[in-house]
Structure formats: structure tokens, C-alpha cells
Nanobody, 123 residues
Framework: QVQLVESGGGSVQTGDSLRLSCAASGRTPSVYAIGWFRQAPGKEREFVAT????????AHADSVKGRFTISRDNTKNTVYLQMNSLKPEATAVYYCAARPYTIAVLNGRYNYWGQGTQVTVSS
């Protein structure tokens, strides 16, 4: 079992940056791949980025490539999502999720989920 806690959300202006954190605890959290997903009001949850347990493999949604970067520090059991050049369409609740070892872009492939952190980008 792995517990996930997101932090770092907030209200910012267009063009600003935020760094989200996903702190993992429980049984050997470093062997889990972590994904970031987001859900805007009235929309389905969508994939943002994912990173393998070792950090050697990553994937980012086309809509965020070049602006968002996922990384991890296994000494701190924490995964980060650096979000630059934020746009209003990034407004959503951001969730991190865990699955064993390898990356995946489908939310159904993840076993554990955090409670989410709100990101609001105003124009």
C-alpha cells in the first residue's frame, strides 16, 4: 500500500510557474511509477505526465510538452511537476497516482491516488 499527498497548488496568473509535489509513503514507495493527471470542472480526468520508478523513463502529454517537466527524488520519496508558462486551460485539480515500476498514460492502470491539489490560472 502506498499513500500519496499532493501539494503546491494555488492561484496564479497566465505565464506564471508552479511546482507541484507528490509525497509518497508506505511500503517501498520508490519502486512505484508516478503519474500526474488533472481534472477540470465538467471534464474527464486527463493524463499530464508520468515517470518510472527509476526516473529513467518519462512521458508528457502533448498539450504540456516543453512547459511541464516531471522529475523525482527517491531519497525524499517525492515526485515533482514543474509547470511553466501556465495558461488558463491548465486550471484543474491535479492528482498524482502510483503503479508498480513502469509508466502508463491510462488512469485505469494506476493503483493508488492522492486527494488532489487545486491549480487555478487566471488571465
Amino acid at each position: 500500500q502506498v499513500q500519496l499527498v499532493e501539494s503546491g497548488g494555488g492561484s496564479v496568473q497566465t505565464g506564471d510557474s508552479l511546482r507541484l509535489s507528490c509525497a509518497a509513503s508506505g511500503r517501498t514507495p520508490s519502486v512505484y511509477a508516478i503519474g500526474w493527471f488533472r481534472q477540470a470542472p465538467g471534464k474527464e480526468r486527463e493524463f499530464v505526465a508520468t515517470i518510472s520508478w527509476s526516473g529513467s523513463d518519462t512521458a508528457h502529454a502533448d498539450s504540456v510538452k516543453g512547459r511541464f517537466t516531471i522529475s523525482r527524488d527517491n531519497t525524499k520519496n517525492t515526485v515533482y511537476l514543474q509547470m511553466n508558462s501556465l495558461k488558463p486551460e491548465a486550471t484543474a485539480v491535479y492528482y498524482c497516482a502510483a503503479r508498480p515500476y513502469t509508466i502508463a498514460v491510462l488512469n485505469g492502470r494506476y493503483n493508488y491516488w492522492g486527494q488532489g491539489t487545486q491549480v487555478t490560472v487566471s488571465s
